[in-house]
């Protein structure tokens, strides 16, 4: 007797919960509800449909009755029962098994390792010019020889003040390749950049620079060879080791826990029986 009063009770809550849930239309006597929202909380960080305006609402909604409307058409047609299907639901099983094997062989690995402090000061110690706080405003042109990048500098450093940025940015504008730089619009304008998201090549020449200068050598990166000008730069401001701490152990635990599971698959491999092909 208690034990179907229990269920009752869940029973009656599951069906008053069901019947609170929105619904924002129905489609052949399907409705759409919260639940269909789901879709666009998993393609779209940060969903979140009550902040929507109500244009942007109405949008979603008839995405959704458009989703409802393909499902229905699906189950009509049986999907469900082809070969593509039964492939496509096959690959996304082994992913999913896959994705849980690996998540918890980096929970048990997590477990087991242990990052101290003094593991994360000797990794401070040794790499100090990551704690540097300091952002800078600059521009920059890319070439694909370094002879035209030298070419470049030879003619801007005749130049000074005013005069150099407006050659900067004409040049930028005319010669620079690297679709990442903004040079139809803004000479090549990088915006701001912080020091410690730069590639270790740019980072000692750029905020080596004094504001409003260039680099008076190429540098060079898979992309081609790189002219910066310094339009100003911040103070630079370093962060402490009590500050970085927890930061550092994480990113320490994270590390040694990827190395332990190479380490895993290296061994299943070992006795596994692996025989590639010759590629052609």
Known sequence: ????????????????????????????????????????????????????????????????????????????????????????LNMIRNNLAIDLWVKQQQQKFASEVKIGKEDAKKFYDSNKNLFIEQQAQARMIVVKTEKEAQDIINDLKKKKGDALLKAFIEMANKKSIDPGVQKSQNGGDLGTVNRNQMLPQFTEAVFGLKPGSITTEPIQTEAGYHI????????PKTISFDQAQTVIENNLKNQKVGEMLQQEMAEMRKKAKVKVEPIK
Do not use: H, W
């Open 1 to 88: 007797m208690r034990k179907f009063l229990v269920s009752s009770v869940v029973a009656g809550m599951l069906c008053v919960t069901l019947a609170n849930a929105e619904v924002y239309a129905t489609v052949d006597g399907q409705k759409v509800t919260e639940k269909d929202m789901e879709f666009f909380k998993q393609v779209i960080p940060g969903f979140d449909f009550d902040k929507l305006s109500k244009q942007d609402k109405e949008m979603a909604i008839n995405q959704l009755i458009e989703r409802k409307l393909a499902l229905l058409a699906a189950k009509k047609d049986k999907i469900d029962n082809t070969k593509e299907y039964k492939e496509a």
């Open 228 to 235: 910066i000008y310094l339009q100003d730069k911040t103070e």
